[in-house]
């Protein structure tokens, strides 16, 4: 099955269960039918505020001011006609002008650089549905760059989008026959939201490594992983019937 995009509206939660008879041969059921969830979902970015509202009114006719309503506009047009790599490129370059008339700190700055990560995510995998590789890679690659941990200081969300794009580069990576790039990218993911423990999903995270480690015949660590993201759920059902 295709990758699903960022944004894709989750299946309606049914009740989890456990299977008595634990693991054993399972093995060659995850050979045969892995379950693969695609990259992690995103909930859609709220609205970024155009730069008229942040900036003084003696700015208001500054010609880079101008240019940063010129270069959203020419992103919304190219988006429509999926121009996807153009569009990320305006993007970018209104950023790059909101940072310098608001500084690095500033919410609508932060506000910008997410709707920024998770457009290139969700252009990506369109991308990559629609087997235009190269223009998928290097909407990805943007994405990760824009999430680099010095590019810009205190951005709340960076750790989340940054495993996000890292859970899309795997799909992009299995989808091209490339597991162990694929492999690569889903341990970088599972890193970062193990170490700061503000993932949003980790349960499909985990999920994916398992169906790429069965993918390569590790199946005893597939099922292994497995179990743990049956937990995460278990837990999270919990959470949410309190």
């Known amino acids: 099955p295709q990758p699903q995009p960022p944004g894709h509206a989750p299946s309606k939660r049914r009740p ?56 959203e506009e020419d992103a919304t047009s190219l988006e429509a006609q999926r121009k996807y790599s153009m569009a990320a490129e305006v993007l970018e370059q209104a950023i790059n002008l909101r940072r310098k008339f608001l500084g690095d700190n500033h919410a609508d700055v932060h506000a910008a650089l997410e709707h920024f990560v998770v457009a290139c995510n969700r252009w990506g995998v369109q991308c990559l549905a629609c087997g235009q590789y190269t223009s998928s890679l290097e909407l990805l690659k943007k994405a990760e760059h824009m999430t680099e941990p010095d590019r810009v200081p205190n951005f709340a969300r960076r750790v989340s989008l940054r495993a996000t794009t890292f859970n899309t580069f795997c799909c992009y990576y299995k989808s091209r026959g490339k597991l162990n790039a694929a492999l690569q990218f889903a341990e970088k993911a599972l890193k970062l939201e193990q170490r700061f423990k503000n993932a949003e999903n980790p349960a499909r995270t985990i999920l994916n490594y398992a169906v790429l480690l069965s993918m390569v015949n590790r199946h005893a660590e597939a099922a292994g992983h497995i179990e743990s993201s049956i937990a995460l759920l278990h837990d999270e059902e919990r959470r949410l019937s309190i």
Do not use: H, M
Request: charged share 25%.
């Open 16 to 71: 989890l269960s456990r299977n008595a008879g634990g693991w054993s041969g399972r093995s060659e059921a995850l050979k045969a039918a892995p379950i693969w969830l695609g990259s992690a979902s995103l909930a859609e970015v709220g609205r970024v505020r155009p730069i008229q509202e942040a900036v003084p009114e003696d700015l208001l006719q500054d010609e880079s001011i101008l240019a940063v309503e010129r270069f």
